[in-house]
């Protein structure tokens, strides 16, 4: 069982609709990443979080401790934010990657 | 904050050679992880770089394949040794900037294919 795990694994939308992606870990957790990679493969850090919510934009990252979840919310999503988001755990000085969530918004 | 920068971004090899693979931080960094990200999978850690000693590698990886270089701060190299086709992945240099300091930072990448 991985550490990190991420639904849904594949997201299609149109344009302007709201999305959720969902993380689940099991470690402890000093911190939770959620990342942006593009095609390119380059990757973006969109949010680090230890606690409640952080917003920024269009995009908002919430987290509950006590559930050992995560929550990335897109509001009137956009072809360009189409790219793979990843949740990422920091446990002390180990870091642990969901596998990756793939949107594709649709003009 | 820290800005990464990667060279090459993209290559394709023959199998048998050997690619070095450079990153570059802005800043002083305390912390530098090279990871491997195999084609629809998740990133996986190679190796912490290590200022001024061996990197200290991950369950899997060994130096004779993967030796990295560490000589200051601001600068690593991965080479990726005696390459097959297996090794087409994005290899992915990170930074964590100070101690207790748990955002990491990522760099662009480095796409290899191997043929």
């Known amino acids: 069982k991985n550490e990190v795990e991420q639904s849904p694994q594949n997201l299609t939308a149109q344009e302007g609709e709201f999305i959720t992606i969902n993380c689940s870990y099991s470690v402890g957790i000093s911190a939770l990443h959620w990342l942006q990679q593009h095609p390119g493969g380059g990757i973006v850090s969109l949010f680090m979080l230890s606690s409640g919510k952080k917003k920024h934009g269009r995009l908002i990252a919430t987290i509950n401790i006590q559930e050992k979840h995560s929550s990335l919310h897109i509001t009137a999503s956009h072809p360009r934010d189409s790219a793979v988001y990843i949740c990422?755990?920091?446990?002390?000085?180990?870091?642990?990657f969901g596998t990756g969530t793939s949107l594709t918004v649709i003009p | 904050s820290a800005v990464i920068s990667q060279k090459p971004s993209r290559d394709i090899c023959q199998r048998g050679t050997s690619l070095t693979i450079q990153c570059q931080v802005d800043s002083q960094v305390t912390m530098m992880f090279w990871y491997r990200q195999q084609p629809g999978q998740s990133l996986t850690l190679i190796a912490t770089?290590?200022?001024?000693?061996?990197?200290?590698?991950e369950s899997g990886f060994v130096i004779d394949k993967f030796p990295i270089s560490r000589p200051n701060l601001t600068f690593s190299t991965l080479t990726v040794s005696n390459m097959s086709p297996e090794d087409s992945s994005i290899y992915l240099c990170?930074?964590?900037?100070?101690?207790?300091?748990?955002?990491?930072?990522f760099g662009p990448g480095t796409r290899l294919t191997v043929t």
């Open positions: 990422a755990v920091g446990s002390g000085n180990q870091f642990y």
């Open positions: 770089a290590n200022q001024g000693s061996e990197a200290t590698y």
């Open positions: 990170s930074v964590i900037p100070g101690q207790g300091v748990y955002e990491q930072y």
